[in-house]
């Protein structure tokens, strides 16, 4: 018998031994009443084997996280969501049978505890019990303290018992609720109205990407899960809505890395009569004061590498970066055949109908992206590859776009809006025509979206950002992973599962 099996057999056999004295495994009716953070303070007053002169009773629930026996006496150490404590408890005083009921208590259960604050000789902040309740009783026995859980497999594929043993993960999921929080009403502040929008879309739109289908009986048709909301919500600004903002899942049937997830969260924004560069300096402002609020500076570290999230951020045209530091020569970008040979030449495979927009945007991924450490705007994306940007009025063969870049990742794209719905058509039409067998590019048009447009649609500015990579960023996680609580993964090995299926049969 593995070591593991003998640890179930071990935990079921003292079940069965609490049930057989008469004890609930699995109760409902302890309710605390206090929050381990909220008297810890209280007993840290005391001097050290003082107990509280009030003589008030507290109570606490949580997992036991430590415990130490010493024959009629014993302490435990009891942690809820908001922090952990030491739990004293003797036999003459909860009481013969109840102690003996606790003794056979492990570390992983849920319990609960009552009684009064004292502070030990030692100086440890302690609750002394006056009565012990089992909750939950945990059949599994949790990773060995000192170790953790430091396999990362069994981190993303068991949350819940990553959660339980490693304070820096609840960290990471506090500050993501944090950062979401912060989002969320920095832009209500200033206007925005939180809206929601389809789910499964019978058009995906909004993004160049590889969709999940699925199929709706009642209505006879395919469906298929949003890669992005966009084109909703500038059906709402043609609605009448004129600020509007949703933060939401998307997906994408794409292959899994530390920056990407099929299933991701987005925040989208739509501003009517704003353009890219009033974009520009909201998100600037937007995720500067979010990494103020949460990490308290503008100076963090990002995988060892020091970042300076102090404004003003620096802002170049993709032509410059690739001038600046890609080292390419201007007379080069300047020449279509030139820019197309040159992301040949860089082992770049280009579709065949792909022009020089194209090429330049490959290249530049490719030789500027991974040195954008600090906070870089990069404008003037080129048309052929922003289908829903509008057309830079001087140069038509730019768009009025710009994506952030911090750390070498993509954070944040946004563009002045196309609300003309005769040229909107025509780039649908050519994107589609252009296809090939490009499974990223949906081939049916959306025209129900063209017609919105035809009903007038007013001059806009929008953006996505993505925020689990700004999860990433602002908490110094090294994979997406590290900020999704239940990241999508492979399936567990076949030997792992029956295994699995064992254990449970011999409950």
């Not at 009443?33 to 810890?40: H, S």
């Not at 009986?217 to 043609?238: C, F, Q, S, T, W």
């Not at 794209?413 to 058509?425: A, T, V």
Request: glycine share 6%.
């Amino acid at each position: 018998m593995s070591s593991d099996n003998q640890f179930l057999v071990q935990r079921r056999e003292k079940a069965q031994s609490l049930a057989s004295l008469g004890v609930k495994l699995y109760s409902n009716t302890f309710k605390p009443l206090n929050r381990v953070a909220d008297i810890v303070p209280r007993a840290d007053q005391l001097e050290p084997q003082q107990k509280e002169e009030s003589g008030e009773r507290y109570s606490i629930a949580g997992r036991i996280m430590a415990m130490r026996k010493f024959g009629k006496a014993a302490f435990i150490s009891i942690a809820d969501a908001s922090g952990q404590m030491q739990v004293y408890v003797r036999q003459d005083t909860v009481g013969e049978d109840a102690f003996a009921a606790f003794m056979k208590w492990d570390i992983g259960d849920i319990v609960g505890a009552g009684g009064i604050l004292f502070k030990t000789k030692t100086g440890e902040p302690s609750l002394h019990a006056d009565s012990v309740t089992m909750i939950s009783k945990s059949l599994r026995p949790l990773p060995e303290k000192w170790h953790g859980l430091t396999d990362v497999e069994t981190r993303y594929r068991q949350r819940y018992v990553d959660l339980i043993v490693t304070p820096e993960s609840r960290e990471t999921f506090r500050k993501r609720m944090e950062i979401i929080r912060l989002m969320r009403d920095y832009l209500s502040d200033r206007g925005f109205m939180e809206v929601e929008t389809p789910m499964m879309q019978p058009v995906p739109g909004g993004a160049t990407a590889k969709p999940f289908k699925t199929y709706h009986n009642a209505l006879d048709m395919d469906l298929y899960l949003r890669i992005a909301p966009e084109l909703y919500l500038k059906r709402l600004l043609v609605g009448g809505f004129e600020k509007v903002f949703e933060i939401n899942r998307n997906f994408r049937n794409e292959g899994l890395s530390t920056r990407h997830n099929p299933e991701f969260t987005m925040l989208e924004f739509y501003q009517a009569y704003a353009t890219y560069d009033d974009l520009i300096d909201l998100t600037e402002d937007m995720i500067s004061t979010i990494c103020r609020l949460v990490n308290g500076t503008l100076r963090i570290t990002y995988q060892g590498v020091d970042v300076d999230l102090s404004p003003p951020w620096k802002r170049l045209t993709m032509d410059q970066a690739l001038v600046e530091i890609g080292n390419l020569d201007p007379a080069l970008l300047a020449d279509d055949g030139k820019v197309i040979a040159q992301a040949k030449s860089l082992g770049i495979n280009l579709e065949q109908q792909a022009g020089p927009g194209k090429a330049k945007t490959e290249i530049f991924e490719l030789l500027v992206e991974d040195k954008l450490v600090n906070p870089t705007f990069i404008t003037c994306y080129p048309t052929e590859v922003s289908p829903l940007a509008r057309r830079n009025e001087q140069d038509p063969t730019v768009t009025d776009r710009f994506e952030l870049f911090i750390t070498g990742r993509e954070i944040a794209n946004g563009f002045s809006e196309l609300n003309d719905p005769i040229d909107q058509k025509q780039r649908f039409e050519k994107q589609i025509a252009d296809r090939g067998d490009d499974e990223e590019i949906h081939p049916e048009l959306d025209f129900d979206y063209v017609r919105a447009l035809e009903y007038g649609m007013p001059s806009a500015a929008g953006e996505g950002v993505g925020i689990d990579r700004l999860v990433m960023l602002l908490t110094d996680a090294p994979s997406i992973r590290d900020v999704i609580l239940f990241p999508h993964m492979k399936p567990e090995d076949r030997t792992e599962k029956e295994a699995q299926r064992q254990e449970t049969d011999s409950d």
